[in-house]
């Protein structure tokens, strides 16, 4: 058993975050890395890529929204319960290099994908600027370790309740208007990394997204979660997650995500139903 | 007990062995054959003409002792026919259901020349079945510990084998399973109603009775590599991680939903149980109109998982004709009872789907059989101005896999050939990399459990020579 050893809920319970004892993971999980989780015998097999590990305590963080019967189920397990199966590190890790200046997008929980990446991107030597964007304040995660590890930061919310009152793509027009960016990395949900990359390919600027299909072994043994990027299909558990945000194919993705609709709906009805 | 000669005088035909009606088990994944009786075993195994150069034994990839064995049983002595059993297949239970018999000693048998040839694959089940009903569940004795390690990586038939045959010569040995349960096709792959998991727990069990640790999750290549193997201490690495890689169509339309590889569709249905969803918590599309490509015995599995959750029609699209279907016969038979149809020299096109993105069906085109190919089978030629369209909201592409570079492109020095298959000395199962050895699918591609586990034995022969002598 992969055990639990904090947990903390955020965005009024709708986002929550454990620290998971894997240390064999902590020692190698490089930023951009995912595992899978599967909470019990009967449980599906979920990706999510790491906010942080400690290889010293050899523990692993993910951050996740609540949004179905696997992720209320995550939700219910407390500090001393665990995961049956975590797998990991998986996928390939992000490319950091020192380039110059670098904008970091991150939207939703995309933010807990985006830290670690910030981070080294930070530490490298470039210089980052952040923008996090949600759609009031509540919602909003992160903020202060984003801030720590950025030279500028910025937030947008679409109702205005916090910073700047707009999207993610308004603040970083503006960025790209009136300096010389040599790289966007934009983690968040689909639309949303859809929409920045239409803004930078306009600019030229190179533009990583991270990608988070529907999973199975996360191998490359299924293809379940293949993408297409460029006109090719690739398989985001090996081949990505990450991949150059304008030869992705968000259509495709933002359907593909919708696969099992129906069958979701059931699973989770069942699960409130026997939870009160 | 019958004898041979009274044989002679009045043959005994071959012994069916009873099994589920196919109305029945056409939507219940219970085990299709229920097995053989004493009975039943006895008055099959007396067909055996217990011959001098018996050319069943040579059919048989591991070259189990048959007439043998098959003596065994006619004597009842079925611990002694287990046993023999042993001394060439670690997983009689497994082989008896799964290998194509009709292609190995069977296709050989003499009686087959005549008439049936007997029935040796239901033999074979019958002894691991009584035994695991009946047995001791005794461990055969085990040499004194060595102190060499050896790193298993993959857990289906072939490293399952190497693990087992390493044990009991004295060796510490590790299983890495990059998956969270063992047996690889075994579990991942065959459905219950083929091969019963709980038949392949319990072999796993055994070897972790005899001292075999199994360690799952691990993905070697990611999550540690052959390098960090070698580095924790380990002495040999023996690689057993079969083909998984999904071949597609590569049509347009493919990414539609409603289209996923057999491998994905079985591992949702055999490894994560979603055939009983929602009491577990992964999904599986359910079709009405399922459509398989390909004819293999993924194909047929695929198939018959797809009528048991419910379909109202299963149609297996293939390009070639009956004769070249590569399943074993069992299956094709089984298949065919159950309601499955098939479009035989028939190519899929192109996929239809709404605007939702939601498979609605698929053009294909008649082929018919022009001169043979490469593969010395008549190649498939589109006919021109044939295409129809076929209605389906669920297809299964089971067209064959491929290698999976996960592990390989992580340890440079293996070399491969230019599919990606791991090159091996084919005496040894040796590969380019100093104390590492392979076998099974990611060497030959994918093949069969037999022969998965026949290069397990070779390799852990090898193993054993190199741990004890130093080559
Ligand atoms: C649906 C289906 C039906 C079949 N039916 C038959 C049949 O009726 N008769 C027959 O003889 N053959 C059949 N076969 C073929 C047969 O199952 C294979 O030839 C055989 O299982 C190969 O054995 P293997 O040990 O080489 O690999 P596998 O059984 O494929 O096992 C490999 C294991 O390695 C694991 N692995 C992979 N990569 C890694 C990694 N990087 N780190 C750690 N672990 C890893 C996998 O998860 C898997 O568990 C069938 C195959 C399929 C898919
Ligand atoms: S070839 Fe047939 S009859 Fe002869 S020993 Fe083998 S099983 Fe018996
Ligand atoms: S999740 Fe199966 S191939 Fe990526």
Redesign the pocket.
Same mark, same amino acid.
């Given at each position: 058993m992969f055990k639990i050893v904090r947990r903390e809920e955020m965005a009024g319970g709708t986002v929550i975050l454990n620290e998971i004892e894997a240390p064999k993971i902590a020692g190698r999980e490089k930023p951009g890395q995912f595992v899978l989780l599967k909470a019990n015998e009967d449980g599906e097999r979920v990706p999510l890529t790491m906010a942080e590990t400690d290889p010293e305590k050899g523990t692993i963080t993910i951050i996740y929204m609540v949004v179905g019967r696997t992720t209320a189920l995550f939700k219910s397990l407390q500090v001393g319960d665990g995961f049956q199966d975590v797998i990991g590190p998986l996928g390939k890790a992000t490319h950091i290099e020192k380039i110059g200046k670098v904008v970091c997008v991150g939207g939703g929980t995309g933010t807990a994908v985006l830290h670690p990446i910030t981070r080294a991107m930070k530490e490298i030597g470039n210089h980052v600027i952040t923008i996090l964007g949600a759609r009031n304040k509540d919602l909003l995660i992160l903020e202060d370790l984003m801030r720590k590890v950025s030279d500028d930061f910025y937030i947008t919310t679409d109702d205005g309740s916090y910073g700047r009152h707009g999207l993610v793509t308004d603040q970083l027009k503006d960025i790209l208007d009136r300096e010389d960016i040599k790289q966007v990395v934009a983690i968040g949900p689909v639309p949303m990394m859809k929409f920045v990359s239409l803004l930078t390919k306009k600019y030229n600027v190179p533009t990583l997204v991270s990608l988070n299909p529907i999973m199975v #072994?996360g191998?490359g043994?299924c293809g379940c979660c293949r993408v297409t990027v460029g006109d090719k299909t690739r398989f985001a558990c090996v081949d990505g997650p990450e991949f150059d945000g304008h030869q992705v194919d968000y259509d495709e993705l933002m359907m593909r995500l919708q696969s099992y609709r129906e069958e979701e709906k059931v699973s989770y009805d069942k699960h409130c139903r026997m939870n009160g | 007990m019958t004898t041979t000669k009274k044989n002679r005088k009045k043959p005994v035909p071959r012994q069916p062995m009873p099994e589920q009606k196919p109305e029945i088990r056409r939507r219940n994944f219970k085990e299709v054959p229920e097995g053989y009786t004493v009975e039943l075993a006895q008055a099959e195994a007396s067909r055996c003409l217990q011959c001098r150069k018996p050319g069943c034994v040579a059919g048989c990839p591991v070259g189990i002792d048959i007439p043998g064995f098959i003596n065994l049983v006619t004597e009842g002595d079925f611990t002694g026919a287990i046993r023999n059993l042993w001394g060439k297949n670690a997983f009689p239970a497994v082989?008896g +259901?799964?290998?194509?018999q009709e292609i190995q000693c069977e296709g050989k048998c003499i009686v087959g020349k005549k008439g049936d040839p007997v029935a040796i694959g239901n033999l074979e089940r019958f002894c691991a079945d009584y035994e695991r009903e009946f047995g001791s569940g005794e461990l055969p004795p085990t040499s004194s510990t060595t102190g060499k390690k050896v790193a298993v990586?993959? =857990? @289906?038939? =072939?490293?399952?084998t190497v693990a087992g045959d390493l044990i009991v010569k004295g060796h510490d040995v590790t299983v890495?399973? !990059?998956?969270h349960k063992?047996? /690889?096709?075994?579990?991942?792959? &065959?459905?219950e109603f +083929?091969l019963p998991k709980s038949i392949v727990a319990q072999e796993v069990h055994f070897l972790e009775r005899l001292g075999v640790k199994v360690e799952c999750n !691990?993905?070697? @290549?990611?999550s540690v590599s052959v390098d960090d193997l070698f580095e924790e201490g380990y002495d040999a690495v023996y690689i057993?991680?079969?083909?998984?890689l999904p071949r597609f169509m590569n049509l347009p339309g493919e990414n539609q939903i409603g289209i996923l590889s057999? $491998?994905e569709y079985?591992t949702r249905a055999n490894l994560m149980k979603a055939y009983k969803f929602p009491a577990v918590d992964t999904p599986i599309p359910i079709g009405k109109n399922v459509v398989v490509l390909g004819a /293999? $015995?993924?194909a047929m599995? =695929?198939a018959r998982t797809a009528m048991r959750l419910g379909a109202d029609r299963v149609r297996i699209v293939y390009r070639r004709s009956r004769e070249e279907m590569p399943?074993?016969t069992a299956?094709i038979h089984h298949a065919a009872e159950e309601g499955i149809e098939f479009e035989l020299l028939t190519n899929p096109v192109k996929y239809i789907g709404n605007d939702k993105g939601r498979l609605t069906g698929m053009v294909c085109l008649r082929m018919e059989l022009g001169e043979p190919d490469d593969s010395g089978r008549r190649r498939p030629i589109p006919i021109e101005g044939s295409e129809f369209e076929i209605e389906a909201d669920l297809c299964i592409v089971a067209v064959g =896999?491929g290698a $999976?570079p996960?592990?390989t492109e992580s340890t440079a020095d293996i070399k491969l050939n230019r599919w990606g298959y791991i090159i091996t000395d084919p005496k040894t199962g040796k590969t380019s990399k100093k104390g590492v050895w392979a076998?099974? #699918? &990611?060497v030959t591609g994918?093949?069969?459990? &037999?022969?998965?586990m026949g !290069?397990?034995r070779m390799a852990a022969n090898s193993i054993h020579d190199y741990l004890t002598w130093g080559w």
């Open positions: #072994d191998t043994m | 082989c +259901r799964v290998c194509p990586v993959g =857990s @289906g038939p =072939s490293g399952l890495f399973e !990059a998956f063992p047996g /690889g096709v075994l579990v991942y792959g &065959i459905p +083929r !691990a993905v070697v @290549g990611r057993g991680v079969g083909a998984g057999a $491998n079985l /293999g $015995n993924v599995d =695929s399943a074993r299956e =896999s $999976n996960l592990l076998g099974g #699918d &990611i994918a093949a069969t459990v &037999i022969l998965a !290069a397990g």
